[in-house]
């Protein structure tokens, strides 16, 4: 099974980027599987866990303890990666780095290590790009970047101050994304969770 934790984004960003996504799709036929979860940004690469007793109880004290912050979301980006045999690519709404952000992916890193001695996967630690994702996957490369190529100068400028911390979950063992639900949803900064 396989855990993320995120921020969710406020309704505004949400619908935006869920307009956005749809629009997308229409033309290019991409696919809609970034949108069956709420919108998001993840704090840290998803992560295989046996048991979420332990790290639920870590998420429950983790959302208390973040001071909300602004984060701002600049722009429309494209990435490409390869799974497999498969180049796959991901259009996402890229972040501003700021030092809160940086922080907590570093506390949390740092957490899951000793506590559960969860590693580093993927893109963790200083090369992790704060995003949130608009399409994943469903054509070939090619398509996504001439779906870039029309966005490239829609630049965004929206901003938020975040207030609830969600935790997905998968029992899947290969975390796909289609996978994933919405297990926990937490605001953050309060000591009232239950």
């Known amino acids: 099974m396989y855990i993320n934790f995120a921020l969710l984004v406020d309704h505004n960003i949400h619908n935006y980027a869920r307009k956005l996504a749809l629009e997308i ?8 599987v970034a949108s069956l979860l709420s919108q998001h940004i993840s704090l840290k690469q998803s992560f295989k866990v046996n048991q979420i007793e332990e790290v639920e109880k870590y998420f429950d004290g983790l959302a208390q303890e973040i001071i909300p ?4 979301f600049s722009k429309t980006d494209l990435i490409t990666f390869t799974k497999g045999n498969s180049e796959i690519g991901i259009l996402w709404m890229d972040i501003e780095e700021n ?3 940086r922080n907590l992916h570093n506390k949390i890193n740092k957490d899951l290590m000793e506590r559960f001695g969860i590693i580093l996967s993927g893109p ?3 090369k992790f790009h704060f995003h949130s994702t608009l399409i994943y996957g469903g054509q070939p490369v090619a398509i996504f970047k001439k779906i870039y190529n029309e966005l ?3 630049y965004l400028n929206l901003k938020f101050i975040p207030k609830e911390m969600v935790m997905f979950y998968s029992t899947d063992n290969e975390s796909f994304p289609s996978t994933y639900i919405t ?7 309060s000591l009232n969770h239950k």
Do not use: A, S, V
């Not at 912050?69 to 701002?72: G, L, R, V």
């Not at 297990?183 to 900064?189: A, E, H, S």
């Open 25 to 32: 799709n229409e033309k290019y036929h991409t696919g809609l």
């Open 69 to 72: 912050f602004e984060i701002t």
């Open 99 to 101: 030092q809160q952000l």
């Open 124 to 126: 963790d630690g200083e």
């Open 152 to 154: 490239n100068n829609k």
């Open 183 to 189: 297990y926990k949803i937490l605001p953050i900064g």
